[in-house]
Nanobody
Framework: VQLQASGGGLVQAGGSLRLSCAASGRTFSNYIMGWFRQSPGKERELVASITWSGISSYYADSVKGRFTISIDNAKNTGYLRMNSLKPEDTAVYYC????????????????WGLGTLVTVSS
């Protein structure tokens, strides 16, 4: 499995970004994609996840109502739309996938892409 995350950058508080994660290497129809983030001194946090069908999703409380996760099955690409960004959203964001069934169990995610840095200025 290969995952390529992109779309990070510098944005002012209140702004928006869309992260992309292109997946390749196998058929993903039974997979779940997750977006994680990690900032200095903090543990890695599961931000959102979605089944490849797009039917079910999970959001951390810290991003509910601001972030939207989606999947384009035809492109094998997942997205994380981030609105109303806050300085505390600053982190390296990673995408990951799992073939297991739980949306919000981070240890299940075994395949990871390189991260993309999101910096939110105040």
């Amino acid at each position: 499995v290969q995952l390529q995350a992109s779309g990070g950058g510098l944005v002012q508080a209140g702004g928006s970004l869309r992260l992309s994660c292109a997946a390749s290497g196998r058929t993903f129809s039974n997979y779940i994609m997750g977006w994680f983030r990690q900032s200095p001194g903090k543990e890695r946090e599961l931000v959102a996840s979605i089944t490849w069908s797009g039917i079910s999703s999970y959001y951390a409380d810290s991003v509910k109502g601001r972030f939207t996760i989606s999947i384009d099955n035809a492109k094998n690409t997942g997205y994380l739309r981030m609105n109303s960004l806050k300085p505390e959203d600053t982190a390296v964001y990673y995408c990951a996938v799992t073939v297991k069934a739980r949306l919000n169990y981070p240890p299940d995610f075994g395949s990871w892409g390189l991260g993309t840095l999101v910096t939110v200025s105040s």
